[in-house]
């Protein structure tokens, strides 16, 4: 169904694309179809959540909370370097502090790709975000500033946002318990 392929955000290609299609396709109680596109039903919902729970229990637990804590480390020096940057953005920014910027979130982004490695590995489908990390950075460098925070666009922060929250349950965390330890 080409309707349902237009709806995929850019970064779903390939075969993520294909398989979104074979199951909206081939299953049609867990989906249900919506003025903006497809969305889960009930049933998906519950679909989806015995296949994460599956999907865990699979995983090497161990390595994905090692990899969970090595990706914390980094979220903190993310943290703070999309802090510094939101809060000296008021008074404007130089092509040069730009730069700096930049080189920050690609020095973060060399520690992360192991991190992306070791968490594919135990969880295919986390796969992706290796690409879209890629992409929001190469925009940044050619000088889009909104691939650095837009909550719009598939940003580098909305990339890593959302990664983040990948790991969480993948590892068998809870958010709750987690924000509590990050406060």
Request: proline share 3%.
């Amino acid at each position: 169904d080409k309707r349902v392929a237009a709806d995929f955000p850019k970064y779903v290609d390939g075969p993520a694309e294909q398989r979104i299609e074979e199951l909206v396709n081939g299953n049609g109680g867990l989906f249900q179809e919506t003025p903006r596109g497809m969305m889960l039903s009930a049933d998906g919902r519950e679909w989806v959540t015995e296949q994460l729970a599956a999907e865990r229990d699979a995983a090497d637990q161990a390595a994905l909370n090692a990899s969970y804590d090595r990706f914390m480390e980094l979220n903190h020096r993310f943290k703070e370097l999309v802090s510094n940057w939101q809060i000296s953005s008021m008074d404007g920014h130089s092509d040069a502090e730009w730069a700096e910027l930049v080189d920050g979130v690609a020095s973060i982004d060399v520690d992360l790709g192991p991190v992306l490695t070791e968490t594919e590995t135990h969880v295919a489908r986390l796969g992706s975000y290796a690409g879209r990390f890629e992409r929001a950075l190469e925009e940044m460098r050619a000088g889009d500033s909104s691939m650095l925070a837009s909550p719009l666009k598939d940003s580098y922060h909305t990339v890593w946002f959302e990664y983040h929250e990948e790991l969480i349950p993948a590892g068998g965390r809870d958010r709750a318990a987690e924000e509590r330890a990050e406060g």
